[in-house]
């Protein structure tokens, strides 16, 4: 898996003989959670931006240090390109995907919720909002609007001039403020939101739900073709509650739902007989829950096992 490779990738484990790391090593160590996180929000896949690291660091220690004024920018310049050159091979994939893509959910730490912007930035709501752009105004939404690259650097990294960046920029910023949730919703209210929608769901509790799922809340299920999931987005509170309650049922002692953080946000997690079956993120808008994404396939739970480090 993803997470597998990158323990072999070269330079996350010091240099050879117990010498200590060398420069070109150090420098791809320091940036690594950064540069997962550039790959990973363009391409919405855990296991996808791994291989764009290896990629990354094959290329980065070809590159003869001494040229090199800013190393992190150098790093992102690579990391980009290979994340755009998998991209556009990934759009090809996902047109035969079975039923709806969904991003691969990643376990993570508090401290990426206590960065609003880089929660926002990988929430499953926001990398759906991305998946709509077109390659390149993803990667330089992302370099701008995430991580505050300046124009030229993020020039550099697209092969275009600062002033079609300034542009494109422009468009894919329109393009994802008319798509993006609009209502604020504080911690405390996604959490009163997420423990009655765990209550009703866990009961079977039809009424609960309805009290708790906006009108027009979407419900997207990805199994992959793997597992069984809705094949179409479901949406309307009345048929979602109904597809929950009648899904998830009384909840038993072999069958439990559980409150995780995925991708910086409040989800549940669904396990049957002690093994992780759904995960289920949340996107909420004004103390009601506007969007369900259930993950069922397999091959994009692995990252579910331990915690990511995101960084900025």
């Given at each position: 898996?993803?997470?597998?490779?990158?323990?072999?990738?070269?330079?996350?484990?010091?240099?050879?003989?117990?010498?200590?790391?060398?420069?070109?090593?150090?420098?791809?160590?320091?940036?690594?959670?950064?540069?997962?996180?550039?790959?990973?929000?363009?391409?919405?896949?855990?296991?996808?931006?791994?291989?764009?690291?290896?990629?990354?660091?094959?290329?980065?220690?070809?590159?003869?240090?001494?040229?090199?004024?800013?190393?992190?920018?150098?790093?992102?310049?690579?990391?980009?390109?290979?994340?755009?050159?998998?991209?556009?091979?990934?759009?090809?994939?996902?047109?035969?995907?079975?039923?709806?893509?969904?991003?691969?959910?990643?376990?993570?730490?508090?401290?990426?919720?206590?960065?609003?912007?880089?929660?926002?930035?990988?929430?499953?709501?926001?990398?759906?909002?991305?998946?709509?752009?077109?390659?390149?105004?993803?990667?330089?939404?992302?370099?701008?609007?995430?991580?505050?690259?300046?124009?030229?650097?993020?020039?550099?990294?697209?092969?275009?001039?600062?002033?079609?960046?300034?542009?494109?920029?422009?468009?894919?910023?329109?393009?994802?403020?008319?798509?993006?949730?609009?209502?604020?919703?504080?911690?405390?209210?996604?959490?009163?939101?997420?423990?009655?929608?765990?209550?009703?769901?866990?009961?079977?509790?039809?009424?609960?739900?309805?009290?708790?799922?906006?009108?027009?809340?979407?419900?997207?299920?990805?199994?992959?073709?793997?597992?069984?999931?809705?094949l179409r987005p479901v949406v309307g509170a009345d048929k979602v509650a109904r597809l929950l309650a009648a899904g998830f049922g009384r909840l038993t002692t072999d069958r439990s739902l559980q409150p995780t953080q995925v991708n910086g946000w409040p989800a549940l997690v669904l396990q049957l007989d002690g093994e992780l079956d759904t995960v289920l993120a949340l996107r909420f808008e004004d103390g009601?829950?506007?969007?369900?994404?259930?993950?069922?396939?397999?091959?994009?739970?692995?990252?579910?096992?331990?915690?990511?480090?995101?960084?900025?």
């Amino acid at each position: 898996m993803g997470n597998e490779r990158s323990g072999r990738t070269a330079g996350s484990d010091g240099g050879a003989g117990g010498a200590g790391p060398d420069p070109a090593t150090e420098a791809f160590v320091a940036h690594r959670n950064l540069l997962f996180t550039v790959a990973y929000e363009m391409l919405g896949s855990a296991v996808d931006a791994e291989d764009v690291l290896q990629e990354t660091w094959l290329r980065w220690t070809g590159v003869d240090l001494a040229e090199v004024r800013d190393r992190r920018a150098y790093l992102v310049r690579i990391t980009t390109r290979q994340a755009l050159g998998r991209l556009r091979t990934l759009g090809r994939r996902r047109e035969s995907y079975v039923g709806s893509w969904l991003p691969e959910p990643l376990l993570t730490a508090p401290d990426v919720a206590e960065d609003v912007e880089l929660a926002d930035s990988v929430s499953m709501a926001m990398l759906l909002v991305l998946e709509t752009l077109a390659p390149t105004e993803r990667a330089v939404f992302v370099l701008r609007e995430v991580f505050d690259l300046e124009y030229g650097e993020i020039a550099e990294a697209v092969d275009k001039s600062p002033a079609a960046v300034r542009q494109i920029a422009h468009r894919a910023r329109a393009h994802v403020a008319a798509r993006r949730p609009r209502g604020t919703v504080s911690p405390a209210e996604t959490r009163d939101a997420l423990d009655a929608f765990r209550r009703a769901t866990e009961t079977g509790d039809l009424q609960g739900l309805l009290d708790v799922l906006a009108p027009d809340v979407v419900l997207l299920g990805d199994g992959g073709g793997i597992k069984q999931a809705v094949l179409r987005p479901v949406v309307g509170a009345d048929k979602v509650a109904r597809l929950l309650a009648a899904g998830f049922g009384r909840l038993t002692t072999d069958r439990s739902l559980q409150p995780t953080q995925v991708n910086g946000w409040p989800a549940l997690v669904l396990q049957l007989d002690g093994e992780l079956d759904t995960v289920l993120a949340l996107r909420f808008e004004d103390g009601l829950i506007t969007g369900l994404y259930a993950v069922r396939n397999p091959e994009k739970l692995s990252r579910m096992e331990r915690e990511t480090e995101l960084r900025r």
